[in-house]
């Protein structure tokens, strides 16, 4: 079974810049979460997504970061304009069934902002 | 508002004997708890969970232990082996009016010395 892909791994971008990553999840899977981890910090959520409706925006800052699941499969996070303090691994997370079912996740995307 | 916590960052065991890591939790909605682990330039992958209405879960090496009362929860690994070096994330969801709240704490990164 193919894990969750994300990609690119890897980000370097100046301030005010734009960036976008993608994910794609475990087939069938029809939850899916992006994630922001800061170095030293555990993972917080930005945003989870029920096929392709948002169940949880509520910590996503929303006058720079947007996020869409069309289709209800693969998903883009982008952010614009970037700051600073963007700077972290974006992790994207998929489960299926049960919300208390484990989250599979993708290596995670290191975005370095300049 | 830090509601689930990992006090200690790092943690050393020598091969062998005995790991436990600990986390604390404010919330007492909170209902199900899972222990992630997290190698360097990977994504978290799951480990074990134990719902509120049990005090222990076993599997194989790792057993989670909860203490509802002092909103306490500890991953025992035994024995310790050098692969097990990484960094270990508990998490806590709760329910409320249907959606799930998924939330991280912040690591204890643990080194097993051969």
């Known amino acids: 079974e193919a894990g969750v892909a994300q990609s690119p791994r890897y980000k370097i971008i100046e301030k005010r810049q734009s960036v976008a990553f993608w994910c794609n999840p475990i087939s069938g899977h029809a939850t899916l979460y992006w994630y922001q981890q800061i170095l030293g910090q555990g993972p917080k959520l930005l945003i989870q997504f029920q096929n392709n409706g948002v169940v949880d925006d509520s910590q996503l800052p929303k006058d720079r970061f947007s996020a869409e699941r069309l289709k209800g499969v693969d998903s883009t996070l982008k952010i614009q304009p970037a700051k600073l303090e963007d700077s972290a691994v974006y992790l994207c997370a998929s489960s299926s069934g049960n919300p208390r079912n484990e989250q599979f996740f993708g290596p995670g995307t290191r975005l370095t902002v300049l | ?114």
């Open chain 2, 1 to 114: 508002d830090q509601q689930v916590k990992q006090n200690s960052p790092s943690l050393s065991v020598q091969e062998g004997r005995i790991s436990i890591l600990n986390c604390d939790y404010t919330n007492s909605m909170f209902d199900y708890f899972l222990w992630y682990k997290k190698y360097p330039a990977e994504g978290p992958t799951f480990l074990i969970s134990i719902s509120s209405i049990k005090d222990k879960n076993e599997d194989g090496r790792f057993t989670v232990f909860l203490n509802k009362s002092a909103k306490h929860l500890s991953l025992h690994i035994v024995p310790s082996q050098p692969g097990d070096s990484a960094v270990y994330f508990c998490a806590a969801i709760r329910s409320t009016s249907g959606t799930y709240k998924y939330i991280f704490g912040t690591g204890t990164r643990l080194k097993v010395l051969a």
